[in-house]
């Protein structure tokens, strides 16, 4: 008798010691102190309702965050759950390191909840769920009211031309300039915006892959960014901004416009009245059209994970409709459930201007070519500076859209060439 409960206390405490045992790691990439804070939240929740395991967060800053994973990856130091970029998703998948969540979300009662368009954009690689979307960034415009009535600016510009003579107008102001250009980390999305919306087209392609890059519209709209810089309508020191830099720039009130996702939200409205500035629909260019680019990240999990279960219930828990939701209110995204638009902290006047964006059009959301295995690096090394070449004069314009040309169109051929 003694022996058997002897077998049965110990098999017990190995039962328990294997529990405590249980760590996931996860990885989270673009973050904040109010980000991390929020995740820490919703994680405690998880271990709450799953005794014996923890968490491990690893927070990267996302200025650093893509060398800094790729070298965790190199060295064979996979996370179970990780926050996934959009730009990310195909580098990781194509690979073969991330696990299909699609045999979870055939069983999980919050699946049809999410909008279509959470659901298509996680499917982008081979369409598979390798990610899901926890919410979305569409770019819009803010303005500060005060420093266009001091510019003698009648009204926020509609028009790109209106932009430019806006910025022109407030860059006479001592001390004061007209866009918050974001020359630093993650800068492509600004270029692409207004290259695009010059050239009243969006597509990056033609049919036999040849990037539209180097066509007259792109590449004027490319120039007309070189321009704005060089012309002093951009602090100089605007050509390493990232995203802290560039929304600090815009609450300080050292520059008037700042084009951004909802997530600047929550730095301005801290720092800034609310009649002091606004949101608008991005400017459109001579076609009278805007092409803003709609971004997402999401969680992902490593198919090296050895535990795929528990690290569908973190996502799950990080994902479901109330952890979703305070998420995004904390991140600024719009959220990925379509009950999300009925909640009251969506309806006031701070998310106007990306509303009247998706409510209009002639304003076009537009998502880069992510799903290229090469975009990753584009976006997050070889754009950035060959970018700050042209904004400082060593390159041209025309120069920066021929290189840009060139990597796009061997990437999207050999992509085509796959299929």
């Given at each position: 008798m003694r022996t058997l409960i002897a077998t049965a206390l110990l098999a017990s405490l190995m039962a328990s010691?294997?529990?405590?045992d249980t760590t996931l790691k996860l990885v989270e990439v673009i973050t904040s102190p109010e980000r991390t804070q929020t995740l820490q939240s919703l994680v405690s929740k998880f271990e709450a309702a799953n005794p014996g395991t923890k968490v491990e967060i690893i927070s990267l800053p996302w200025n650093e965050a893509f060398q800094k994973f790729a070298t965790m990856v190199s060295a064979g130091d996979t996370p179970d759950v990780m926050e996934m970029p959009d730009t990310?998703?195909?580098?990781?998948?194509?690979?073969?390191?991330?696990?299909?969540?699609?045999?979870?979300?055939?069983k999980w009662e919050n699946t049809k909840e999410l909008t279509p368009r959470a659901l298509e954009?996680?499917?982008?690689?081979?369409?598979t769920a390798y990610m899901l979307p926890y919410g979305f960034y569409l770019r819009a415009m803010f303005y500060n009211k005060k420093l266009l009535s001091e510019?003698?600016?009648?009204?926020?510009?509609?028009?790109?031309?209106?932009?430019?003579?806006?910025?022109?107008?407030?860059?006479?102001?001592?001390?004061?300039?007209?866009?918050?250009?974001?020359?630093?980390?993650?800068?492509?999305?600004?270029?692409?915006?207004?290259?695009?919306?010059?050239?009243?087209?969006?597509?990056?392609?033609?049919?036999?892959g040849t990037s539209t890059m180097n066509t007259p519209g792109w590449s004027k709209g490319i120039e007309w960014m070189v321009d704005l810089?060089?012309?002093?309508?951009?602090p100089k020191d605007s050509v390493n901004w990232g995203f802290n830099e560039v929304v600090a720039g815009f609450y300080s009130g050292t520059c008037a416009f700042l084009d951004q996702d909802p997530d600047a939200l929550i730095a301005v409205a801290e720092r800034m009245k609310k009649e002091d500035f606004g949101v608008i629909p991005l400017p459109k260019g001579p076609d009278g059209k805007s092409y803003p680019t709609i971004g997402y990240a999401g969680w992902s999990m490593f198919a090296k994970s050895e535990n795929k279960d528990l690290s569908w219930k973190l996502i799950a828990t990080l994902q479901g409709r109330e952890g979703n939701l305070e998420w995004n209110k904390k991140i600024g995204a719009l959220p990925a459930y379509t009950s999300a638009e009925k909640d009251p902290f969506y309806a006031g006047d701070q998310f106007k201007g990306w509303f009247?964006?998706?409510?209009?059009?002639?304003?076009?959301?537009?998502?880069?070519?992510?799903?290229?295995?090469?975009?990753?690096?584009?976006?997050?090394?070889?754009?950035?500076?060959?970018?700050?070449?042209?904004?400082?004069?060593?390159?041209?314009?025309?120069?920066?859209?021929?290189?840009?040309?060139?990597?796009?169109?061997?990437?999207?051929?050999k992509h085509l060439a796959k299929k």
């Open positions: 010691s294997a529990l405590a990310w998703l195909s580098l990781y998948a194509n690979n073969g390191m991330l696990e299909s969540l699609e045999p979870y979300l055939a954009l996680g499917r982008d690689v081979k369409d510019a003698g600016v009648a009204a926020p510009p509609k028009t790109m031309e209106e932009f430019t003579k806006a910025s022109e107008a407030v860059s006479k102001l001592p001390g004061k300039y007209g866009y918050c250009m974001r020359g630093g980390p993650g800068g492509l999305n600004g270029w692409m915006i207004f290259a695009a919306s010059m050239a009243g087209d969006n597509k990056y392609f033609t049919e036999d810089y060089k012309k002093g309508y951009a009247e964006e998706l409510a209009d059009p002639n304003t076009v959301p537009t998502v880069m070519p992510t799903y290229l295995q090469e975009f990753a690096f584009f976006k997050d090394s070889l754009a950035i500076k060959s970018s700050q070449q042209a904004l400082l004069g060593d390159i041209s314009a025309a120069d920066l859209a021929n290189q840009w040309a060139d990597y796009l169109t061997k990437a999207q051929q």
